[in-house]
């Protein structure tokens, strides 16, 4: 027997429409469509996802600070806003929370520049932001930032607002040296915190206007460099921001207030207490600007070359010729920068720098190396170089008279050998030499030049047939 199908129940129809009460009356229980989507997406807080988004914008009520800032109507160009920084600001805006583009990001949108990167703080919470979009990831153990990821490896940083640490145990002893920094505060206390006034302001993405809590704007209309709050304190808290301001006064082409200035020359020698993975950063980056050049000069005049480079300061301060041809050289790698818009390999950038100092260090030693290890062991100690690019920084100034020969060897099978040539045709170049010819891919896959010769081996000898 075959079985027989039960039948399918009559549909039941949902509506909206009018219904009767109990007293007769009808009453519209249908509900305005901004608030049917409020009410999903408070639905979906509570369960910890993360809702679809709404199909058109939604209005958001002005916040309200504990403290008012300044606020500057400004207009930025929409196509020099990053489209997915803008995305994430408006997302966290639409469930309630407060979010505005800010940091170098909003300075250099100022200055006419295009930023590198967009940075984001909002009142959100890192687990909230995190609930928020599926593709991102909490990082940090000093503080947590939430990376939100986009296609080719787009990363918009996403930072809860927070504040300056008040207690005697968020500082070294007495000093005050911050050791820890991972308060959440309000949107005030989060400008107040930041190291420049020209990094503390905050843009509002929705009602077009840059909110000033530190006096920033003046100081983007001047173009000059000024600390949130006394000087001296901000770099005896982070003696990094020491090289931060020569950094954008070199690479922004920014005036340096005289209380600054000042504020500079008196901390410099607290840049030791500083941990030194990161001032090995800080430095790199001033080669990586494009402004390495002025970026040195301005280290050698306030004497922080002294603390971190004295080798490198005490050899421009022996000669005006030695001055002359290291500041040649910083500015052939500017040159470089510019005309292939992206800055030379780590390993050239620090051997540019050392390289003259070095090569008056070996001079007249029969064991180059050897010399050259007794040059940058200091370095290595006091900075925390790498040992990827120290010893790649010894090896090619070690041969650099054989490569400059021409005689570059089995060198010239190495990867380091495209390095060692970039830097010999950047001497060239900063003393007005012709640069040597481009390298050659021979057919083995091996890099080699017109200097270099292959030996020819002796022809195979045939055996005698039959």
Known sequence: MG????PRPEPTTLTTADSESEDGKLVDWRVARHEL???????ARRRGQSPPEPSG???SDPPTWAVAPATYPVDLDDGRIDPDAAKVVRRLIRHGYEAYLVGGCVRDLLLGRRPKDFDLAT??????VRSLFRNSRIIGRRFRLV???FGAGKVIETATFRRSPSEESDRHGSSLLIRRDNVFGEAHEDAVRRDFTINGLFYDLERRRVLDWVGGMPDIKRRAIHTIGDPVVR???DPVRILRAIKFCARLDLGIMPDVYDAIVQCRSSLQMAARPRLFEELTRLLRSGAAHRS?????ETGVLDVLLPELAA????SERNAVRVWRLLSAVDQQCGNAGEAADDTVLWTALLLEPMQDACAGRVDRAAAAIEFLEPVVDRLNVPRRISDSVRRIVALMPRLEAGRAGRFARTPLFPLAMEVIRLGRCARGAAPLPQPTQTAAGRLSTPATRRKRGRPRRRLPQG
Do not use: K, M
């Not at 050899?315 to 022996?318: R, S």
């Open 235 to 237: 770099f005896r808290e």
């Open 315 to 318: 050899y421009l301060a022996d």
């Open 123 to 128: 009142s959100g919470r890192p687990d909230a």
């Open 296 to 300: 040195i000069w301005l280290a050698f």
């Open 3 to 6: 079985r027989t199908t039960p």
């Open 147 to 149: 990376h939100v990821l």
């Open 37 to 43: 989507q409020r009410l999903r997406r408070e639905a």
């Open 57 to 59: 914008s939604v209005e």
